[in-house]
């Protein structure tokens, strides 16, 4: 499985931004979808997944403003962030689980990189 995310760059604090994520290759294996960032000198978090059931999963703190769409395909999942905050500025990976979403990823996308400025 690959993942590909794009949407990332440079934005103004109170916009909003679209990431995506394009998965290829045995999908079919996959259970379930999700986001992970990584702002400046911490660690990695999870902050949104969907399993192939629908239930969804989104970090306490983004609850509100990070939203999940997938109106291109379930070979796709998108990041919508609404509006955004300085404190969203991170590196944002697509990851893919071949079981719960309450696990390790098993697929990771390179990820893309979200500057947002005042």
């Known amino acids: 499985v690959q993942l590909v995310e794009s949407g990332g760059g440079l934005v103004q604090a109170g916009e909003s931004l679209r990431l995506s994520c394009a998965a290829s290759?045995?999908?079919?294996?996959?259970?379930?979808m999700g986001w992970f960032y990584q702002p400046p000198g911490k660690d990695r978090e999870m902050v949104a997944a969907i399993s192939s059931g629908g239930a969804t999963y989104y970090l306490d703190s983004v609850k509100g403003r990070f939203a999940l769409v997938r109106d291109k395909g379930p070979n796709t999942l998108d990041l919508r962030v609404n509006p955004l905050k300085l404190e969203d500025t991170a590196t944002y990976y697509c990851?893919?689980?071949?079981?719960?979403?309450?696990?390790?990823?098993?697929?990771w996308g390179k990820g893309t990189l979200v500057t947002v400025s005042s």
């Open positions: 290759g045995n999908i079919g294996s996959l259970n379930a």
């Open positions: 990851v893919a689980f071949r079981g719960s979403y309450l696990g390790r990823p098993d697929y």
